[in-house]
Nanobody, 125 residues
């Protein structure tokens, strides 16, 4: 079974930056980042199609222009560069990987087969 290990969470002030990493034990067709704040549902943040040469990416509207998802295929690792962080970005961030035969779009959580343990991101004013 595919294993995912996240790292890079922490606490920063509003306007700061953080970079999350997620190392996978094997390649998947797509990988993504989700986040969940207390008493809210888990929500998609960004997706990257790791099985395609173009590495197509998709973002939630709330993070477009501030977050960037990228991949290092040689290491089966994806990253989430988060800039201009705001208090609303405070959440537990989860990495996920999926195997369905899809190659574009923003897959919902149900389309992912493997999940990491999560890493906390806290933004303070």
């Amino acid at each position: 079974q595919l294993q995912l290990v996240e790292s890079g969470g922490g606490s920063v002030q509003t306007g700061g930056s953080l970079r999350l990493s997620c190392a996978a034990s094997q390649q998947s067709r797509y990988m993504g980042w989700f986040r969940q704040a207390p008493v809210t549902e888990r929500a998609g943040v960004a997706t990257i199609y790791t099985s395609t040469s173009s590495g197509s990416t998709y973002y939630a509207d709330s993070v477009k222009g501030r977050f960037t998802i990228s991949q290092d295929n040689a290491q089966n690792t994806i990253y989430l560069q988060m800039n201009s962080l705001i208090s609303e970005d405070t959440a537990m961030y989860y990495c996920a990987a999926g195997r369905r035969y899809i190659y574009h779009g923003f897959p919902p959580a149900a389309y992912y087969d493997s999940w990491g343990q999560g890493t906390q991101v806290t933004i303070s004013s």
